[in-house]
C-alpha cells in the first residue's frame, strides 16, 4: 500500500513481520537501546528496579510494538525502513521522547523554571542528521548491534565504562574491546562526513 507516495506496510505484513523479528534477543536489543537513549538525550540514569519516576522501559517498549497492531496506529514505512527492527527502534525513539518529555513537563510547570532552560527542549535535527550519517557508514562497515549501540555514548558522549556496564549488564573488558573496534572505524567515518560536508 502506498501513501503520498510512500510504501507503507499492510496490517498484515506488519503481524507477520512483528512475529519474525520481535525475539528475545531483539527485545533485549531494544531494552539496552532505550537505556542509553535516556542517558544520551535526557542525562536519565535509568534505575533497573524502580525506572524512572515508576516509567518503565518494559511499559515503553510494549506500548511501541502494540501501536503498531492498534487500527489506525504506527505505520511501516518500508521505503525508509525495509528492516523492520529499525522502524519499531525509530518508534521506541518517538515514545522514549513523549513519555519523557511529558513527564519532565510537570517538573518544569510545578518549579516554574526558566523558560531558556534548554536541557530538554532543544533542536537537535543538525545532530540526528549527522549521527544518522555516522550509523550508514557503520553499518556499512558491518559493525556489530554493540557497537552501534554504544557508538553515541561512548565515543560520541564520551561516557565512562563503569557507568555503561552499569547500565547495561556489559562487562569493562568486552568494552574495551568494542571501543577499540570502533576506533578502527573512526578514520573512515571522518571521511564520510567529509565527503558529505560536515565539518566534524
Known amino acids: 500500500m502506498a501513501s503520498n507516495n510512500r510504501k507503507v506496510a499492510s496490517y498484515d505484513e506488519i503481524c507477520r513481520a512483528i512475529q519474525e523479528v520481535y ?4 527485545y533485549t536489543v531494544l531494552f539496552k537501546h532505550a537505556v542509553v537513549r535516556l542517558w544520551t ?11 524512572f519516576r515508576g ?21 511501516w514505512y518500508m521505503d525508509k525502513h525495509p528492516d523492520f527492527r529499525k522502524q519499531i527502534i525509530s ?36 545532530y540526528q542528521n549527522l549521527l544518522s550519517a555516522c550509523y550508514e557508514e557503520l553499518e556499512s562497515m558491518g ?30 573488558d568486552e568494552l574495551t574491546n568494542i571501543k577499540k ?13 567529509k565527503m558529505l560536508n560536515y565539518e566534524k
Open 91 to 126: 518508534a521506541l525513539d518517538s515514545v522514549i521522547s513523549n513519555t519523557l518529555s511529558t513527564e519532565l513537563e510537570k517538573t518544569y510547570d510545578t518549579f516554574e523554571l526558566l523558560e531558556n532552560d534548554s536541557e530538554i527542549y532543544f533542536d537537535d535535527s543538525d
Open 143 to 172: 559493525a556489530s548491534d554493540l557497537e552501534l549501540l554504544l557508538f553515541e555514548p561512548y565515543i560520541i558522549n564520551d561516557m565512562k565504562r563503569n557507568d555503561l556496564s552499569k547500565l547495561l549488564g556489559i562487562s569493562n
Open 181 to 193: 573496534r570502533l576506533d578502527r572505524k573512526l578514520l573512515f567515518i571522518k571521511e564520510k562526513l
Open 41 to 51: 538525550v535526557f542525562k536519565i540514569k535509568y534505575n533497573h528496579e524502580k525506572g
Open 23 to 26: 525475539t528475545s534477543e531483539f
Open 55 to 75: 516509567i518503565m522501559v518494559e511499559d515503553m517498549i510494549n506500548d511501541t510494538v502494540e501501536a503498531f497492531l492498534k487500527e489506525g496506529g504506527r505505520n
